[in-house]
């Protein structure tokens, strides 16, 4: 799983600067994501985070503070490896019911998966669950708020808002409905900050009680926050930005992170986390240059980023600063490539 995916305006110019070398249509988001697509691909089933809602077909396309992003960005996904996207976010209603279920629409037409909001009701009231390799997976997603932007009058049940009981009760619903291993994303936290809030604290440690759920990863802090095992449970408290073009002058926000969690087994049916790696990834500056999202340990000594090299020393040791807070290499977290 990744972190944000952000639509700004460097973005775009990014996607349509490729489209014009690519010939494919008028914007084009795949280059932007394939220095990571060898990790994304690779994954048994790959989650993003889209914390935007899409524009229609031609915009118009609005960056901060309430986004409409170009609809191109969603096949990009599919195309890179992705499977399905987790959508509840401070920015899910930016552009009211008919952006939120326009966004559903183009996840659907580009073949993800999609969870966290939710065009009907009754779709608000199941859990997302699929057919991996033959084993079932849960997948539920909260967010804190929407900026304060009221739910829709008619649609109050389009953007679950954080609440444990009604998380509980979903991974309930989802292992009752055969899924092996439930995770849970949340959208949470405190922005520019590494270390987690007292509040994700203590909704990661009443989550944690519950035997229904396996894993817990977030975003929304646009910078990366620590790994951490509560009882047995592992926490992701944030995997910083995906990608985003954020102010400069904020440490951090172009840092980020893929986790990648490996399941095994258990000789009695279940499934317990084996393996817990963290990649170190960077989103280049928009200089009039296209963005790119960098896995740190392949563009180490690429001559293609010659002059980034500083830059991608000191962005893996931030990374790996704050992946490390909560002392998750001495529980067995690895750095992976």
Known sequence: MSGDVLLHEGLWETARIDAARTGRGSMDFRPLFAPMQPVVSAADVAICHMETPVA???????????FSAPPAVLPALEETGFDVCTTASNHSIDQGFDGLTRTIDGLEAAGLEHTGTYAT???SREPLIMDVDGVKIGLISQTYGTNGIPLPADQPWSVPI??????KKLAAKAKDQGAEIVMVALHWGLEYTNEPSSEQVAVAQELVQSRDIDFIFGHHAHVV?????????????GLGNAVA??????????DGNTARVTFTEEPDGSF??????Y???????????????????QALGDQRYAGLQDLLVATRARVREAVNLENAFARGVGEGE
């Open 56 to 66: 229609p077909q031609g915009g118009p396309y609005y960056g901060y503070p309430s």
């Open 121 to 123: 009701k009754a779709d």
């Open 162 to 167: 954080i609440d444990p009981n009604q998380i």
């Open 225 to 237: 926050q620590p790994y951490d095992n509560i009882g047995g449970t592992w926490v992701v408290y």
């Open 245 to 254: 073009q954020q102010d400069t002058a904020v440490e951090g926000v172009y």
């Open 272 to 277: 317990e986390v084996s393996l817990l790696e």
């Open 279 to 297: 990649i170190p990834t960077m989103i280049t500056r928009f200089d009039g240059n296209p963005m790119r999202w960098l896995n740190i340990s």
